[in-house]
C-alpha cells in the first residue's frame, strides 16, 4: 500500500489550498481514507476522514464549513479542500489509509498506512 501527497505550501491567512492523496495497493474497498495534521510540539490529530462507501464523513471541530472531503475512486484519489485558512492550520498534514472502528473512525492510532506528509503554511 502507497500514499502519496501533494499540494501543501504557503498560503496568506484567509486563502485556500487543495491537498490531493493518491492511494495504491489495496487489495479490497473497506478501507477508510483520513487526513491528519502535526503541529510542532503538538500531537497529531484526526482532520477529516471518509468511509470507501459513502455516506461516512468525519470533520474536527475547528475545520468543519470550512475543509471539504471527497474522493475519486476512479483515480484513486482523496482530496482536502481547505477555505479560509488561519494560522491555526499550519502544520505538516498527512493522509492515511486504515480499517478503523466506528467509535475510532479518525483516531490517528487506527490508521496503518502513511503517506510522507505535506507542509501547510499560513502565514501573511
Known amino acids: 500500500v502507497q500514499l502519496v501527497e501533494s499540494g501543501g505550501g504557503l498560503v496568506q491567512p484567509g486563502g485556500s489550498l487543495r491537498l490531493s492523496c493518491v492511494f495504491s495497493g489495496f487489495t479490497d474497498d473497506d478501507y477508510a481514507i483520513g487526513w491528519f495534521r502535526q503541529a510542532p510540539g503538538k500531537e497529531r490529530e484526526g482532520v477529516s476522514c471518509?468511509?470507501?462507501?459513502?455516506?461516512?464523513?468525519w470533520y474536527t471541530d475547528p475545520v468543519k464549513g470550512r475543509f471539504t472531503i471527497s474522493r475519486d475512486n476512479a483515480k484513486n484519489t482523496v482530496y482536502l479542500q481547505m477555505n479560509n485558512l488561519t494560522p491555526v492550520d499550519t502544520a505538516v498534514y498527512y493522509c492515511?489509509?486504515?480499517?478503523?472502528?466506528?467509535?475510532?473512525?479518525?483516531?490517528?492510532?487506527?490508521?496503518?498506512?502513511w503517506g510522507q506528509g505535506t507542509q501547510v503554511t499560513v502565514s501573511s
Open positions: 492515511a489509509a486504515g480499517y478503523p472502528r466506528d467509535n475510532y473512525f479518525c483516531d490517528y492510532e487506527a490508521y496503518d498506512y
Open positions: 471518509i468511509s470507501s462507501n459513502y455516506p461516512k464523513l
